[in-house]
């Protein structure tokens, strides 16, 4: 396991930002905390960076105690520049600072260019660049070092439709390398490019596993059903109902208590002499589960 977190807690003062947080993290993982402002999201991507220390639990990284930050990359969610640098020089300034031998940095540089696609830019100052352009510099200067864990702070929160897609694809690549956390409340980011969720809410972890298995979390019980005739109000009578809405007279979305509510159902609007035109089951999105998830 390349990091483990337990118990992780963090407090300022009376108010505790994380809450007994268990996390893992393994090889060449992509991993998306997710959860909306104030969730402490922030929080614990510092303490896992080394940045702040956490108030108790214990974090382990590459099988030790400490945090070797030498194999950690980071991003925070804004990024700080020094505007009268150059691409080329402020990857240089973050490759000696991390390290990096001279005979080495100079290679470094351009490839980190070249993936960020700043070439061109290479000789331009930062100040200019646009955002997009500063967000895929950021990146570069997290990754320059080759880290085993790269941490993005809401990577692509403040970017325009173009340029969160550019990174959303650096980050696709940079997951064959390396493992990667990242925080959102974008739930379509986390789509894009992630392999696990944790979902935080005040503090504490909501839920934890995969994007398959939340989109399957109580699947089945929500269907769609369509017929050739008004099928009337006779369904909010009916116990094996627990949710429904019409989207026009003949077709109506409904949530039953279980799987075999559907022939219940079916055997109803037969008897009722309705025809069926169309039935289906109506596939939960991420956004179903995250919602549903954090009202909990």
Sequence with gaps: MLLTAEKLTKKFGVHTAVDQL????????????????????????????????????????????????????????????????SAKEYLQFAGRLSGIPNKELQGKIEEMLSFAGLENARNK???????????????????????????LDEPVSALDPSGRRDVLEMMNELKKKMAILFSTHVLHDAEQVCDEIVMLKDGKMKWSGNLVDLRKMQDGNHVVLETKEEIGHWLKTENYVTEYSFSSPREVELRLRN????NRLLSDCMEKGLTITHFSEKGRTLEDAYLELMEQ
């Design 125 to 151: 100052r930062v100040g200019g660049f646009s955002g997009g352009m500063k967000q895929r510099l950021g990146l570069a200067q997290a990754m320059i070092h080759e880290p085993k864990l790269l941490i």
């Design 22 to 85: 268990d996390l893992t993290i393994k090889d060449n993982e992509c991993v998306a905390l997710l959860g909306p402002n104030g969730a402490g999201k922030t929080t614990t991507l510092q303490m896992l960076a080394g940045l702040l220390t956490p108030t108790s639990g214990s974090i382990r990284f590459l099988g030790k105690k400490n945090i070797d930050r030498r194999f950690i990359g980071y991003l925070p969610q804004y990024p700080a520049f020094f505007p009268w640098m």
């Design 259 to 262: 799987p075999g509510s559907r």
